[in-house]
């Protein structure tokens, strides 16, 4: 399929890029410093709260955030929504770079990481374990997505004229790639199905430690729904500032007419929310107006203000309100998560967890790394769109100011 | 573009075939309860004989080649721990009442009939082991402490302060069991508040003494159906709930009934993604013929 | 009053007898501070055991071995025994006196009659009932009789050592004899008991003292014993406690443990109820003479439920359990959050959000609604 992606233009060498390149320098050296000791002198887990921002942020959070490229292929590939294929590279790209993170981030967390090897073997496989499903779904997914990104580089590789065996591997690659990118894209949209999902059934079995607001067995319908909305939201965010960054004229219709969809699934998470709580006779639980009464409110509002603004056309076509209300789903799907895993956690009293600096530097290290990375390929790869028609002549490309 | 009635038509739709894959099949067709084996082994705690002699704490450590607890919360006091963790297996607990009545709790793996646990870890690492006591395998652990966010009783420790933790808990001694002995907490306790035995006949043995002294007993045997029934059983003082000992209450069903079911729904077989990828196969093709050909946008 | 008289009264007797004031005063202390009576009292103790007239003490025996008399006088200072024999005036005492027979009868009655309503009585062993009370005559009379008459004439009554005050080993079952305690025999009559086998001297002297000086019995709980000696278990002040509470036992008798000195309670101490001041007062004197002290568990002498009835070495309940706040709560505080973590997230969070608020501003003011519309329109074919 023809298209017209260039390499964007510009130093890779920043002054942003070193700032980045300095914060995961210092999260290596805290990740050295883990490996080291243990993970209690490092991070604020315990035994109350195993599981802390590097699941809860880096995994949930990340994973959703990075779910641009599925929500896109949905519309794309799905319902054969060409005209949004030049979001589909940079979404693609975005999923790549924070799915990887996020299976860095598991890695990280593990205790016993040199067991993990046997974790794709099928004979040791335990069928009820969800968190198992999420393990090899996203692993699969993690090449999947490389994969999909492929030609990308495949179409740079293939013209380097100057390393022959590379050439040679590129083109066979990309012939084996047009053979199979059918069921590569259809596992591109079954697998965020199946393990966006399986995150929210993650935590079906704390029957006794997830607080009643949180907890119900629509969980998976619900994170597979904010799942989608923090992708399209995700792509929205990273095209405006591509835009602004790269200086490209705006894809506004494109988004407008996403956002237009954002809004239906929007009013779908909240209506079954709230539906579901109401049949369980849980909303008496809001009215208590404790902490978790807040959290729950400060959740259902960052979710309906998005709605709410994009409803009318009008300011759909406004780039500022778009992008707050993409930041606003965005804000609401991890405060959702957040909420899910960590706040409406409870094991009991005399437990409580905070991360601690180490802890935060990882995370903000990785999130450093994938603007690295990003920076890296879009400069140096065909990813982000001209903004010119296909076999349109003169097709400028884009120039970073970052 | 609006959301026009067709998309959101369209988006309903799609949630619905979702819906449809997951919950209503659950529902249908729950997964069948386990039932303890045959020759279970279970111990009976009763509290009301307890005297807080904490001699079961001293003789697990030592069954157990666990070292003294050194890093006391509590001020300078040398192996007192607060609570079970990294080095303890087993811990004698103290409930004081506002009323000025006491009672011992002796904590430690509660050997679910059920275990979330074990359902939860993804390979098998923590499993039923023979006599239905719940083990842990080392060789097998990654140490993703789901366990441990799984289970309802907060059991499952974790070796925090080293870069090769394992995950710490009561294993009922199953390398002396194994040998026809008993756990080393039962031979420590000298008023036999503890005992070990055949579950069937430890839960008749608990339902008995509160049949013969209603007045001394909470009228209860915890765990006989708390989280689907637990291997270790639990009596409590007149006047004094369970709640008040830290056991919580779980209702009768047992604890991973919820997530199993729906995961079986969704993945029995494999039909449903097998099933999804099909039409969404089919789907792409079209996208991709028709986008192809055109200079894309809608058809 | 010359010297030789000075002699034979107040401590003049004592310094003849080669006993110092001294030992004399630290006697009335040790005694005073074993009934709980504040230091400044042993000055009136003294004075009036020296110079008011030594109280007079009837000691009548029946069932017993005489091991409560044997107590008062196991001291370890020789001398001492005097002492204590010469607190009290005893004018009758079956073991100690030297008369017999029908002189030691008449001395009995003299005693009574002379003091009457003034002496204390104290009875030592237990009263057989059987058989009209034939199983314990003394002079022909049985000790029914004898206690009912001389304790009813008594201005006090004090039951020494578990015999006297619940019938002692004479009553292990079957109880042959149905002895029972003094209490059981004197019904109405205040009777001060005083169980053990043997009881500690110094609760006897205690008592006697307190009698003597201010004319008052200690405080008694609901079994006629004084609280000073026997309102708390061996339990609650044991020495070996520390390793109770930390589940260190002796596990057979001659083991490591028994060697390292840890709690007896696995081998059947019944110090968790039994009331006695043993492990605080130890015997003799001497520091560590006492049953758990030599390393054989407490079988629990002064209870009448325990002593003689409960094997040795069963294990027993603990009477009012005080564990000590040592133990883990049910819920224990695991501790709180860093405060400087906390401080750098919000300044994270913050920065993140108001970056996010002016990129949107920024935005929206830029490029018009209409420019955007049209430039895309161009594109999208």
Redesign the interface.
């Known amino acids: 399929m023809s298209h017209n992606a260039r390499p964007v233009v510009g130093a890779i060498l920043t002054r942003p890029f070193i700032a980045a390149l300095a914060v995961f320098a210092l999260c290596l050296l805290v990740l050295a410093w883990r490996f080291v000791v243990g993970l209690g002198p490092t991070t604020g887990m315990n035994d109350g709260f195993p599981w802390g921002i590097w699941i809860a942020f880096d995994v949930v959070i990340g994973t959703a955030l990075a779910c641009g490229g599925f929500s896109v292929a949905i519309l794309c590939y799905a319902f054969n929504k060409g005209k949004y294929h030049p979001l589909i590279r940079p979404a693609v790209l975005t999923s790549a770079l924070g799915y990887s993170l996020a299976g860095a981030s598991v890695i990280v967390d593990l205790g016993r990481y040199w067991n993990v090897w046997k974790i794709p073997l099928i004979w040791n496989w335990n069928r009820n374990s969800v968190l198992l499903e999420v393990a090899i779904c996203i692993m699969t997914y993690v090449v999947v997505l490389w994969i999909e990104l492929s030609p990308a580089f495949l179409e740079v590789w293939e013209k380097q004229e100057k390393y022959p065996l590379l050439c040679r591997a590129a083109r066979r690659a990309h012939g084996w790639l047009n053979r199979y990118l059918i069921a590569i894209l259809a596992l591109g949209i079954l697998l965020p199905t199946m393990h966006q999902s399986s995150l929210g059934s993650l935590m079906l079995v704390m029957v006794s430690k997830l607080h009643k607001l949180w907890h119900t067995p629509l969980l998976p319908v619900l994170f597979l729904s904010t799942a989608i909305l923090m992708g399209y939201a995700a792509v929205i965010f990273e095209s405006a500032l591509a835009n602004e960054v790269f200086d490209r004229p705006r894809e506004t219709k494109i988004l407008a007419s996403m956002s237009g969809i954002m809004v239906v699934v929007l009013f779908f998470f909240l209506g079954v929310r709230l539906v579901d709580l109401a049949l369980r006779g849980r909303l008496g639980l809001v009215a208590r107006l404790d902490f978790y009464s807040w959290m729950f409110l400060l959740e259902m509002a960052l979710f309906l203000a998005p709605a709410l603004l994009l409803l009318s056309q009008k300011r759909r076509y406004n780039p500022g309100i778009e992008l707050i209300s993409a930041i606003l789903m965005m804000l609401a799907g991890s405060l959702y998560r957040f909420d899910t895993f960590l706040v409406g956690f409870n094991p009991g009293p005399g437990w409580s967890y905070f991360p601690t600096i180490p802890e935060m530097t990882v995370t903000i290290g990785f999130v450093a790394f994938e603007f690295l990375a990003y920076l890296f390929i879009v400069k140096t790869f065909p990813i982000i769109h001209t903004g010119v028609a296909p076999h349109a002549f003169g097709a400028a490309a884009p120039k970073s100011s970052v | 573009?609006?959301?026009t009635r067709r998309?959101?038509l369209?988006?309903?739709a799609s949630?619905a075939t979702?819906?449809a894959t997951?919950?209503p099949k659950?529902l249908a067709a729950p997964p069948r309860r386990k039932t303890p084996p045959a020759d279970a082994v279970g111990l009976l705690y009763d509290a009301t004989?307890c005297?807080?002699?904490?001699?079961?704490?001293?003789?697990c450590k030592e069954a157990n080649g666990l070292p003294p607890d050194t890093g006391t919360?509590?001020g300078a006091?040398y192996?007192?721990?607060?609570?079970?963790?990294a080095t303890t297996k087993n811990?004698?607990?103290?409930?004081?009442g506002e009323d000025g009545r006491?009672s011992?709790?002796k904590a430690q793996c509660m050997h679910c009939v059920d275990p979330?646990c074990?359902?939860?870890?993804?390979?098998?690492a923590l499993?039923k082991g023979p006599r239905g006591i719940v083990e842990w395998d080392?060789?097998?652990?990654?140490?993703?402490?789901?366990c441990?966010?799984?289970c309802?009783f907060?059991v499952p420790?974790?070796?925090?302060?080293?870069?090769?933790?394992?995950i710490v808990k009561c294993e009922m001694c199953r390398h002396l069991v194994a040998k026809g002995g008993i756990p080393a907490c039962v031979a420590?306790c000298?008023?036999e508040a503890v005992i070990f035995g055949g579950l069937e006949k430890l839960r008749a043995d608990a339902k008995g003494r509160i049949a013969g002294e209603p007045k001394k007993y909470f009228p209860k045997v915890y765990g006989d159906t708390d989280g689907g029934g637990t291997q270790v059983l639990y009596l409590s003082a007149a006047g004094i709930p369970f709640g008040?000992?830290?056991l919580?209450?779980?209702g009768d069903e047992p604890?991973?009934l919820?997530?199993?079911s729906?995961?079986?729904a969704v993945?029995q077989g494999f039909i449903a993604?097998v099933a999804?990828?099909g039409i969404?196969?089919f789907?792409?093709?079209?996208?991709?013929r028709?986008?192809?050909l055109?200079?894309?946008?809608?058809? | 009053m010359g010297p030789s008289e000075e002699r034979r009264t107040g401590f003049g007797k004592w310094e003849a007898q080669g006993v110092s004031r001294r030992e004399f005063l630290r006697t009335c202390a040790i005694a005073a501070a074993a009934v709980g009576l504040p230091a400044w009292t042993v000055g009136e103790i003294a004075e009036a055991a020296a110079a008011k007239g030594r109280p007079p003490v009837i000691w009548l025996h029946f069932q017993e071995c005489t091991g409560c008399s044997e107590t008062l006088l196991r001291a370890s200072h020789p001398a001492v025994s005097d002492l204590i024999l010469d607190l009290v005036s005893l004018d009758y005492h079956e073991t100690l006196l030297a008369a017999a027979g029908k002189q030691a009868e008449e001395a009995l009655q003299a005693a009574v009659r002379k003091n009457a309503g003034k002496f204390v009585c104290v009875i030592e062993g237990s009263i057989p009932r059987a058989e009209v009370g034939s199983y314990c005559r003394v002079g022909g009379r049985t000790a029914v009789e004898i206690a009912k008459e001389i304790g009813g004439k008594a201005g006090a009554v004090i039951a020494i050592g578990s015999c006297a005050s619940w019938g002692g080993i004479p009553s292990a079952d079957p109880n042959p004899t149905d002895a029972v305690g003094a209490p059981r025999i004197l019904e109405g009559k205040t009777v001060v008991c005083l169980p053990g086998c043997p009881p500690n001297p110094y609760n006897f002297l205690g008592t006697v003292l307190q009698y003597a000086t201010y004319g008052t019995l200690p405080a008694l709980d609901s079994l006629g014993r004084p609280s000073f000696a026997y309102a708390r278990t061996i339990h609650e002040d044991c020495p070996r406690r520390p390793h109770f509470d930390a589940g260190r036992f002796v596990e057979r008798f001659g083991d490591e443990g028994h060697r390292h000195g840890y709690c007896l309670y696995k081998t059947g101490c019944k110090g968790p109820r039994t009331h006695a001041p043993c492990s605080l007062q130890h015997f003799g004197e001497v520091v560590g003479a006492w049953p758990v002290g030599i390393g054989h568990p407490c079988f629990g002498c002064t209870e009448q439920s325990l002593a003689f009835r409960v094997p040795l070495h069963t294990t027993v309940e603990i009477d009012r359990p005080t564990p000590p706040d040592t133990f883990a709560p049910i819920h224990a505080d695991h501790g709180g959050v860093s405060v400087a973590a906390v401080g750098v997230a919000g300044l994270a969070v913050g920065a993140l959000i108001g970056a996010g608020a002016m990129a949107s501003k920024k935005l929206g003011a830029s490029k018009g609604e209409g420019e955007g519309k049209g430039e895309a329109d161009k594109e999208a074919k």
């Open positions: 573009m609006s959301p998309s959101v369209k988006g309903i949630a979702l819906a997951g919950v659950a004989r005297i807080g002699c904490q001699a079961c704490v001293v003789k919360p509590r006091m192996d007192a721990p607060d609570d079970l963790n811990i004698i607990k103290l409930y004081k006491t011992f709790m979330a074990a359902s939860v870890c993804m390979i098998s499993h080392p060789d097998k652990c990654v140490g993703c402490r789901y441990m966010t799984a309802p907060n420790k974790y070796e925090w302060q080293t870069a090769f933790p394992k420590a000298p008023r008040k000992l830290g919580p209450d779980l604890v991973p919820l997530t199993e729906l995961t079986h993945y993604p999804l990828y969404l196969g789907a792409v093709y079209r996208s991709w028709s986008q192809r055109g200079e894309g946008g809608e058809k």
